[in-house]
């Protein structure tokens, strides 16, 4: 039950308790009450738990994530002699 | 689709594979607390994929699993009864009470209905005056929010013909209760995503300093788990016990502070009884005091429940992450997703399912 998945946003009605909106997982629309994410607006992206939007989905904080794990490689081609050099014959024969 | 694709990437997940890799100069123990993290897991071939250092036993964290027999058989009279809509999350109509389950209620004629949301068990006590609608309220903390509001409105709306059946359970106290046990091999903890979206994570500071066990707040997609299973191994690695946040994008320190404050005006902590591994002093939520005339177990009194575990079932040991559910002698024999023996091989989360549902037979690994 845990396994939420993100959603956008897409419309919002009502307030308090019954602030209501329709969000798309890629196509399938659920009607999803959103009181739990009173900040949340059309266009946002959130992760909905039986019914219920728990919380609204951080785009710069996701963008950093990904920026890290693609870092990882990058600071290891630098540190590592070898690895850079078997990198650039691979780019070379790649290219050839 | 955004936000999920990103995070699968198979050529950055070797990446930190080999990174974990070279982390890795002992072995380690790590569990993941969460059933759908266990799922992941499984059925990305995670498990498999990491160095022989590293290994990932399952955690308790299946609310269907660790609902106590004695609330499914309250549940299952309950439901047998003439004038009472019976409504639950669909995964809990296979689990096996004292001999039968919520599915054969049904098919005996009792009028069980499975719901997506607890508002949806709210909407059927509105369209159905002359009936008692009672939903099977379980869960986490991630769904205590969910289930706090239903009963919340139907108070607000004076709807007397609705009530719940509340059994819902608390990470942090598992926690301590696995690590309190003699027999446990876990040195560090990935805590489960959406439970903390709910809660934040500051409850667990005192978790790793006291036990000395790096906690790491971990997402579900391959990406998330493999960072989640990294930073636990380079606190391990260096000695460092803390808890860190690997899944930045839906949890902050402080989590969801809405549903805190109605999780804390409708619910009340308690001592519970969790299936498989007994009472965790509190471990639980219940119904506060204001909303006790909504308690579907005060509501409906069930007496004469003497309930009965297959003897077969180790699931409690899978529960507490002492055995992998292919070692169980019955499963895939005497046990399977059609004829369970416990709650772990019928739920979404449970770990005995995760392993039959991908193919994780003893037998067929021995063959050549
Ligand atoms: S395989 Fe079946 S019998 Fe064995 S522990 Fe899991 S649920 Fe119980």
New binding site residues.
Partial sequence: MCLGIPGKVIDITGEGVTRTGRVDFDGIVKEVNLAYVPDITVGDYTIVHVGFAITQLDEEAALETLAHLQEIEAVEVELDPDAALAAEEAAARGEA | MKYLDEFRDPELALRLIDDISRLATKRHVLMEVCGGQTHSIIRNGIDRLLPDEIEMVHGPGCPVCVTPLETIDKALAIASRDGVIFCSFGDMLRVPGSGRDLFSVKSAGGDVRVVYSPLDAVQIARDNPDHETVFFGIGFETTAPANAMAVYQAKREGLTNFSMLVSHVLVPPAMRAILDAPTNRVEAFLAAGHVCSVMGYEEYDPIAAEYGTPIVVTGFEPLDLLQGIKMAVVQLEEGRAEVENAYQRAVNRKGNLPAQAMVADVFTTIDRNWRGIGMIPQSGWALADDYRSLDAAERFTVTDIATVE?P????GE?LRGTLK?DE?P??GKE?TPRT???A??VSAEGA?AAYYLYGRFRELEASP
């Fill in positions: 297959s077969l079932c180790h699931a899978v559910p169980c019955a499963f046990c369970p023996l416990g772990t091989m005995c």
